[in-house]
């Protein structure tokens, strides 16, 4: 019966393990930003709602023969789906809708197969359960599985692997997981289903619940369960984007808050941990008031690992309660299809809220927020149960104090973002225009994405041609620009922000912009006038630049800088060699490649290093430093020709860059951040 457990175990550790993998795949078509992941989850979610679906219909409806017929037939044509291979027409042409493209890529890439390896736990735990063993501690198995496929990819598996190499070794473990549930289904289909007494995983496997965990029967309806599901996984994805939003926009930390909620399952349903509602209920709602207050606690910000620590933290403790609320209700075996179909139909329902319907709702990202007061919510409703008046009020009076701390958070936002000029929220994150000094002769506007900001004009009417911030004349990109033969010049830009590139702009001059948000370019025409004030041409192409660039015919950029922010984090697809060689086709002979590697959480300029080492450029990084000594920006400076590197200009900021002989260039098959974090 083993086998039964090493045929759990993969399934979920390959289930898990293709999130990552899949994802790294395809994030680089749609901009390579944090919100890709959030997409890719919500369709995860869902699909393991339709893996669930399908194995409580079958469960009910049909024979053991028959299922086990129908199953063996369904894993032996989802090899004609390996090796793991996105189809290259789903990149996007335009600056379309991203999320629907994402979800039908997904769909038809991993869909079917995922939706098979979602199944086969539920499956072989219903087959366990109708020969009368009441299989918990798979469930927990299971769970462990993706917890270690989750920490296995970032530490063990991208750091060494290239992806062609990752999607053959997950396809060949696919095809052997597919032959191991399949050897299973064949012997149930001949009725040689191995008994429970085989069975040698615990004897905690048949545990039922104890006498006063015994849930009344309103805690054994689908509603309930449902909820249970649904409120940390909207918490999940809340807290994972405020992280990677609000604090540090790093792509490595959707991880740890994934493991811990996956850690939760495993604590309760491997069935040795008795549930103390008390306990928990105090512990959650205490939780959700040191996560409203840390929101509203401003010299917490950027501050990476305090915010990890109480975030991270919070979502374990309310993850701890619903779900084990959510095994303290557990059903009877025969209801355990059921049971797992509701699980997995709130965690997508949580999870497509935050995902999907919020982005599209709310003018301003409360989404942490309102998870929760709805986490705080779900206190008071579990706190009524409690049975002894004192624990009643007392647990009611923390969540709604709770809730009453998520409101006053949601306040705040809301307080500190109401005199914007504009906010404006879509699938790429958060906009707002801000501005300062009103009535003055230094009145500025600056354009923020999360936290970060993105540029800022001058507004008087003598300054607003004024290059300022990351590109002043001062910078390594303004003093390359000034440094170009004189005549018109041509000069692309991959990142639109508010235009301010623009300010170098000369009559005669032609400045093409690459935006993939839509978002962006309104908002740099409505309340900046940088691009409306160039006295040069101004082109602005809609949609990822690479895949642009990759289908235009060569421009002869005398100068092409990348400047795509998204929060703070470039998107990684657009430093890789292959990038770079798209990068120089577009680049006239004598042309000037700038590269903007400010970063508060990574440390990039020895990857463009030996990028340009790799084809054989000449590069320096050029270091910008304000009236008080602090860097303003720093640009990395790549040409074919090293004098275009040394004009007095360029050469009086350039500083030395901090060589690493352990570094390799990143390319689209390899791309390795642990290596470059602060």
Same mark, same amino acid.
């Given at each position: 019966?083993?086998v039964i457990a090493v045929a759990v175990f993969l399934g979920a550790f390959l289930l898990f393990l293709v999130q990552p993998l899949i994802g790294r795949l395809i994030v680089p078509w749609f901009g390579g930003g944090a919100p890709v992941w959030t997409a890719s989850l919500v369709f995860f979610q869902t699909a393991l709602l339709a893996g669930y679906g399908y194995a409580a219909f079958i469960s009910r409806r049909l024979s053991p023969r028959a299922q086990a017929g129908l199953h063996l037939v369904l ?20 600056? $379309? *809708?991203? /999320?629907? %493209?994402?979800?039908?890529?997904? &769909?038809? #890439?991993?869909?079917?197969?995922? =939706?098979?390896?979602? +199944? ?41 692997? $290239? *992806?062609? /190499?990752? %999607?053959?070794?997950?396809?060949? &473990?696919? #095809?052997?997981?597919?032959?191991? =549930?399949?050897?299973? +289904? ?60 609000? =604090? ?431």
């Amino acid at each position: 019966m083993g086998v039964i457990a090493v045929a759990v175990f993969l399934g979920a550790f390959l289930l898990f393990l293709v999130q990552p993998l899949i994802g790294r795949l395809i994030v680089p078509w749609f901009g390579g930003g944090a919100p890709v992941w959030t997409a890719s989850l919500v369709f995860f979610q869902t699909a393991l709602l339709a893996g669930y679906g399908y194995a409580a219909f079958i469960s009910r409806r049909l024979s053991p023969r028959a299922q086990a017929g129908l199953h063996l037939v369904l894993l032996a044509a989802s090899l004609a789906t390996v090796p793991l291979s996105p189809d290259p027409a789903w990149k996007p042409v335009d600056g $379309g *809708l991203p /999320a629907p %493209r994402i979800l039908g890529l997904l &769909a038809t #890439a991993i869909g079917p197969t995922y =939706v098979l390896l979602a +199944a086969g736990g539920p499956l072989l735990q219903a087959w366990l359960a109708r020969r009368g063993h009441v299989p918990w501690r798979l469930f927990a198995l299971s769970n462990l599985a993706s917890l270690a496929a989750l920490l296995a990819y970032p530490f063990a598996i991208e750091p060494f692997l $290239g *992806l062609t /190499a990752q %999607r053959w070794i997950w396809s060949t &473990a696919y #095809a052997l997981y597919a032959g191991l =549930v399949g050897f299973l +289904a064949w012997q149930a289909w001949r009725g040689n289903m191995p008994a429970p007494a085989a069975v040698s995983l615990s004897a905690a496997a048949v545990q039922e619940p104890m006498a006063d965990e015994v849930p009344d029967a309103d805690d054994r309806r689908p509603w309930l369960w449902i909820v249970l599901a649904a409120v940390p996984s909207a918490l999940l994805i809340a807290v994972t984007e405020y992280l990677t939003r609000d =604090v540090a926009p790093m792509p490595l930390l959707w991880i740890p808050p994934l493991v811990l909620y996956l850690a939760t399952f495993v604590i309760w349903f491997d069935g040795n941990l008795p549930y103390s509602r008390p306990m928990w209920v105090a512990a959650a709602a205490l939780a959700i008031i040191a996560m409203a207050m840390a929101m509203m606690t401003h010299t917490l910000t950027y501050k990476l690992v305090p915010n990890l620590l109480i975030f991270c933290t919070g979502l374990f403790l309310v993850t701890l309660f619903c779900h084990g609320e959510l095994m303290a209700a557990r059903p009877a075996p025969a209801r355990l299809g059921g049971y797992y179909l509701c699980i997995a139909a709130g965690g997508a329902l949580g999870g497509g809220m935050v995902g999907l319907l919020f982005p599209a709702v709310l003018p301003n990202a409360f989404d942490l927020e309102i998870a929760l007061a709805a986490a705080g919510a779900l206190v008071v409703l579990r706190a009524v149960v409690m049975g002894q008046t004192g624990l009643i009020v007392g647990g009611c009076l923390l969540g709604s104090t709770a809730m009453a701390f998520a409101g006053w958070a949601g306040w705040a936002r809301y307080d500190n973002t109401r005199h914007d000029i504009s906010i404006t929220r879509n699938f790429y994150g958060t906009l707002r225009v801000m501005e300062g000094k009103e009535d003055t002769a230094d009145h500025y506007r600056e354009l923020a994405h999360g936290t970060i900001i993105h540029g800022f004009q001058m507004m008087a009417p003598e300054k607003r041609r004024w290059a300022v911030g990351y590109y002043r004349n001062e910078s390594g990109v303004g003093r390359a620009i000034r440094s170009l033969p004189e005549g018109p010049r041509r000069v692309g830009i991959v990142g639109l922000g508010t235009g301010g590139l623009a300010a170098h702009a000369r009559a005669g001059d032609t400045y093409r912009f690459y935006d993939i948000d839509p978002g962006v370019v309104t908002v740099a025409r409505r309340y900046f006038t940088y691009l409306s004030d160039a006295p040069s041409k101004i082109d602005v192409v809609m949609g990822d630049a690479r895949l642009s660039l990759e289908r235009e015919p060569p421009q002869n950029y005398d100068l092409l800088a990348v400047d795509a922010f998204s929060g703070d984090a470039i998107p990684l697809h657009l430093l890789t060699l292959e990038a770079i060689d798209v990068y120089l086709r577009h680049l006239a002979p004598e042309g000037v490649l700038a590269i903007h590697v400010s970063n508060k959480f990574l440390n990039l300029p020895p990857v463009i290093e030996r990028a340009a080492q790799a084809r054989g450029l000449a590069i320096v990084m050029a270091r910008d430093l304000d009236e008080e000594g602090a860097i303003a920006s720093d640009w990395m400076l790549l040409s074919r020709d090293p004098a275009l590197l040394q004009t007095p200009l360029v050469s009086a900021i350039t500083v030395p860059i901090a060589t690493r002989s352990d570094r390799r260039p990143w390319t689209d098959d390899h791309v390795d951040l642990l290596r470059v974090l602060k």
